[in-house]
């Protein structure tokens, strides 16, 4: 058994099909020869690039996940602010004993109120949308962006979500749209998608 192994080096994402392999072969004198096909191609993921976003020069402002919200939509339990009495329907897990134990009479613990935030990255693929001489470089850009800011907030181990435009010559259709979680696999399911997808031509339904 012979095994031939072949390096590829890919510069540029994309979804790329490979094969179905032909393969032929015979003896040095050509008495006897063989043939073998392949019944279907292999397909190749490359993923986009991805940066941090000091390198792309996009310093966040915002802090992307849980942000203080003046709003009592959510209880912390990891930021304590204070205590309060009891009242009816309290939960016992709330209780402080020991605050409790020093003013005698039972105090129930106050937290800071929290808002999760769940980032959606959107991107923009409408062929209409770009220049005529940047659509290749401006759309490959927007796509690095989008890679790297999914890659950010997940990084974060915040969750993080995907919309676009764009087609995917997977399916042959328009994205659908990928909604916020977190953890390693999902941001791995965004990167695939951003691998495949292309400009979208505004008259495509």
Same mark, same amino acid.
């Given at each position: 058994?012979?095994?031939?192994?072949?390096?590829?080096?890919?510069? /540029?994402?994309?979804?790329?099909?490979?094969?179905?392999?032909?393969?032929?072969?015979?003896? #040095?004198?050509?008495?006897?020869?063989?043939?073998?096909?392949?019944?279907?191609?292999?397909?190749?993921?490359?993923?986009?690039?991805?940066?941090?976003?000091?390198?792309?020069?996009?310093?966040?402002?915002?802090?992307?996940?849980?942000? /203080?919200? &003046?709003?009592?939509?959510?209880?912390? &339990?990891? @930021?304590?602010?204070?205590?309060?009495?009891?009242?009816?329907?309290?939960?016992?897990?709330?209780?402080?004993?020991? +605050?409790?134990?020093?003013?005698?009479? #039972?105090?129930?613990?106050?937290?800071?109120?929290?808002?999760?935030? !769940?980032?959606?990255?959107?991107?923009?693929?409408?062929?209409?949308?770009? &220049?005529?001489?940047?659509?290749?470089?401006?759309?490959?850009?927007?796509?690095?962006? +989008?890679?790297?800011?999914?890659?950010?907030?997940?990084?974060?181990?915040?969750?993080?979500?995907?919309?676009? !435009?764009?087609?995917?010559?997977?399916?042959?259709?328009?994205?659908? +749209?990928? &909604? +916020? @979680?977190?953890? /390693?696999?999902? #941001?791995?399911?965004? #990167?695939?998608?951003?691998?495949?997808?292309?400009?979208?031509?505004?008259?495509?339904?």
């Amino acid at each position: 058994m012979t095994q031939r192994r072949f390096a590829l080096h890919c510069h /540029r994402r994309g979804y790329y099909e490979i094969g179905p392999l032909s393969l032929h072969t015979g003896d #040095l004198f050509g008495f006897a020869e063989s043939s073998w096909q392949e019944t279907s191609p292999h397909f190749l993921t490359v993923y986009p690039k991805v940066h941090s976003l000091a390198d792309l020069g996009l310093p966040s402002l915002l802090p992307f996940g849980d942000m /203080r919200s &003046p709003q009592r939509l959510f209880q912390d &339990p990891t @930021r304590m602010s204070g205590v309060r009495p009891y009242a009816t329907g309290d939960s016992m897990r709330h209780i402080h004993w020991r +605050a409790s134990a020093r003013e005698d009479t #039972l105090l129930v613990k106050k937290y800071q109120p929290s808002m999760a935030l !769940n980032s959606t990255v959107v991107l923009d693929l409408d062929r209409s949308g770009f &220049p005529y001489r940047e659509e290749y470089s401006g759309s490959e850009w927007a796509i690095v962006l +989008a890679a790297s800011l999914a890659s950010h907030v997940a990084d974060q181990r915040q969750e993080v979500g995907f919309i676009s !435009n764009g087609a995917d010559p997977h399916s042959g259709a328009e994205v659908l +749209a990928v &909604p +916020a @979680r977190n953890g /390693r696999g999902h #941001l791995m399911g965004i #990167l695939e998608i951003l691998a495949r997808i292309q400009l979208r031509d505004p008259t495509q339904g």
